[in-house]
């Protein structure tokens, strides 16, 4: 196959999962064209069948927006032309599914139909597609293309709600993560450099933004500060790090909270953990979570969106409702202190991810799905 995979490459779930499944492809012999205005951060530039095209947008004075989109339709346009692609996969509704679609309009009789897949990730369709200037043209996208994949039977359900649309016409396919890479016992000198020795290690990585409502972390972690000796990474930057820094301070706990910024690695400080934290207030699958579990780390997290499908309560993880410090804390004061539960919870976490989410497990339902589309056999 002859794939062209439209993407953001920023430190996001969506960019990393449309990278990992063009590095899958590539393995497997198919020739794929990654489409974005940067190189994909987790992109590896020296893989066979793999190609990178960069979308030039220009900055024209009369332009307050540059407009991405045009430019992006007109790359996946070319590239479609030079490369002779059959199908263009497009993560995130906005602007990628759009571009997609528009490109395959202006092409027109110029070379056989490509088929347009959108995947669909969460915030696309639950915060960016929800306002009102975004909701018609997201459901545009969906409608429009070939066939649509998302991440968990409950963000398909969710969005079937929100935009009153058949559950049918959404394939659920769940994320996958490289198991040997992401896995138990990686990298053990970087456990001293991030804690003292008896220190437990509590970790979370997210943008930062509301939606993963990092500050929920802080307060947990002060509470499991007065009864365990313990140490909170915090691994990722955005719009909430600022406030974080100074809730630690607040709460006096500055003294054991790291906050290391973006990290482009996260498979060499994921396995340090003994706990992962991901207290979102939304999340449709929790990608880090499983990258966690892969590393055989228990996960206590919200009760939320899809993050029920990627862990089990009380066998890979604890889950608590959205807010509930209180509770996560508990879970995690449990973890800490029972080395018994803390193992038997590590190894289900790892087993779970490869019998569960390995890109052996995944990939071949992917390559049909390609097949299915390209041959009319899915709508
Ligand atoms: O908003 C984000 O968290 C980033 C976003 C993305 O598209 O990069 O993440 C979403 O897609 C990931 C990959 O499918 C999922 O693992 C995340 O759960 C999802 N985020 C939310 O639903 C908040």
């Not at 059959?86 to 993560?91: M, R, V």
């Not at 992401?182 to 290690?201: H, M, N, Q, S, Y």
């Not at 019998?355 to 799905?369: G, I, N, V």
Request: glycine share 8%; hydrophobic share 40%; charged share 20%.
């Amino acid at each position: 196959m002859n794939i062209g995979i439209v993407c953001y490459p920023t430190h996001g779930g969506s960019g990393v999962v449309a990278t990992d499944i063009g590095h899958a492809l590539a393995q497997r012999g198919h020739a794929v064209h990654i489409i974005s205005y940067a190189t994909p951060f987790r992109f590896q530039p020296y893989q066979s069948n793999m190609h990178y095209h960069e979308v030039e947008v220009s900055a024209y004075p009369l332009f307050r927006y540059p407009p991405y989109d045009l430019a992006l339709a007109n790359t996946i346009m070319d590239v479609v032309e030079s490369e002779g692609l059959e199908l263009i996969h497009a993560h995130y509704a906005i602007p990628n599914a759009i571009s997609a679609l528009l490109a395959r309009e202006m092409l027109g009789d110029i070379c056989k139909r490509v088929k347009v897949v959108t995947t669909l990730h969460g915030t696309d369709v639950t915060i960016v597609g929800q306002e009102r200037g975004y909701q018609r043209i997201t459901r545009y996208g969906i409608e429009k293309s070939d066939a649509v994949t998302i991440v968990s039977e409950a963000l398909a359900k969710e969005t079937t709600a929100l935009f009153g649309l058949l559950a049918k016409s959404l394939h659920v396919i769940h994320n996958f993560v490289d198991t040997e890479r992401f896995a138990p016992g990686c990298c053990p000198d970087k456990r001293g450099t991030l804690a003292f020795e008896g220190e437990k290690i509590v970790m979370h990585l997210s943008n930062f933004r509301e939606v993963k409502r990092p500050l929920d972390v802080i307060e947990a972690f002060a509470k499991i500060c007065r009864t365990l000796k313990a140490r909170l990474i915090m691994l990722g930057d955005g719009p909430l790090l600022r406030a974080c820094k100074d809730r630690s301070k607040d709460l006096k706990i500055a003294d054991r909270v790291r906050f290391l910024g973006t990290v482009d690695t996260p498979w060499e400080l994921l396995p340090q953990a003994d706990v992962f934290f991901l207290p979102s207030e939304h999340e449709s699958f929790g990608l880090a979570a499983l990258e966690a579990m892969s590393c055989g780390v228990p996960v206590v997290a919200s009760n939320t969106g899809g993050i029920s499908e990627v862990l089990t309560h009380g066998e890979t993880g604890f889950l608590s409702n959205v807010g509930d410090v209180a509770g996560y804390a508990k879970s995690m004061e449990q973890l800490l202190s029972d080395p018994k539960l803390h193992k038997r919870m590590a190894d289900a976490a790892r087993a779970h991810a490869v019998d569960r989410f390995s890109e052996a497990s995944l990939m071949p339902r992917w390559e049909q799905f390609y097949d299915d589309v390209l041959a009319g056999r899915v709508s």
